[in-house]
């Protein structure tokens, strides 16, 4: 399978502890993204990178979380402290063609977090 | 704040066309307009894209008024698998444009 892959695919957590989640992209894709769903929500944008640089970050993105990209290829997303509002599916895409009218971001499954 | 309208929900029967309108009345020229699905429980999937000319794939078919103020995503004969929530989203191409900005999509029911 060449897509997008996350793991863990669900996982459920007590509030106040830390949580890690992995990105595998499709290969030699240089742009990452992250994205949080809420129940009856569309996917809201959390950050992005290109290769290991991360260039965008959305105020969504609280001190509590933390992304990685150290090597251009898989990303993880940390979150600390997890509170019950942190319930959502994380949803990782990756492209390979930027701002181009042309790129076309493929997504993962989602980790699907619940936060006890 | 959305930059495109959707009606929630929609219906239709299988076998048939399925036409989903979006509007997107402050649609800039440099943007896009871009359809996504997402079937209960997995990720997002790219369905097709278009600027100012009607395009079609595989998947579908994408029609855009003259004035780029509306589209249309036809799915032209819809099955039970094409239930799904559909996301129409304008997104501007060039530096620093990178996310997609999602709004609540239409609830798409295929019905035997």
């Known amino acids: 399978d060449t897509g997008v892959s996350q793991d863990p695919r669900h996982k459920i957590t007590k509030r106040g502890q830390n949580v890690t989640f992995r990105c595998d992209p499709i290969?030699?894709?240089?742009?990452l993204y992250w994205y949080r769903q809420t129940l009856g929500q569309g996917p809201e944008f959390l950050t992005y990178?290109?290769?290991?640089?991360?260039?965008?970050k959305s105020r969504l993105l609280s001190d509590r979380f933390s992304a990685e990209r150290p090597k251009g290829s898989f990303s993880t997303l940390e979150i600390q402290r997890t509170e019950q509002g942190d319930s959502a599916m994380y949803l990782c895409?990756?492209?390979?063609?930027?701002?181009?009218?042309?790129?076309?971001?493929?997504f993962g499954p989602g980790t699907r977090l619940t936060v006890l | 704040d959305a930059k495109t309208t959707q009606p929630p929900s929609m219906d239709c029967a299988e076998g048939r066309a399925a036409n989903l309108p979006c509007n997107h009345s402050?649609?800039?020229?440099?943007?896009?307009v871009y359809w996504y699905r997402q079937i209960h429980s997995q990720g997002p999937q790219y369905i097709i894209h278009?600027?100012?000319n009607n395009e079609t794939n595989e998947m579908a078919s994408l029609i855009i008024t003259e004035d780029r103020k509306s589209s249309t995503l036809i799915l032209p004969h819809a099955t039970l698998r094409d239930t799904a929530v559909y996301y129409c989203?304008?997104?501007?191409?060039?530096?620093?444009?990178?996310?997609?900005?999602f709004g609540k999509g239409t609830k798409l029911s295929v019905i035997p």
């Open positions: 895409a990756s492209s390979d063609k930027g701002g181009a009218p042309s790129d076309t971001q493929y």
């Open positions: 290969s030699e894709h240089n742009r």
């Open positions: 990178f290109q290769n290991e640089a991360q260039l965008e």
């Open positions: 402050t649609i800039s020229g440099n943007e896009y």
């Open positions: 278009g600027l100012k």
């Open positions: 989203i304008v997104r501007p191409y060039g530096a620093g444009s990178y996310q997609l900005t």
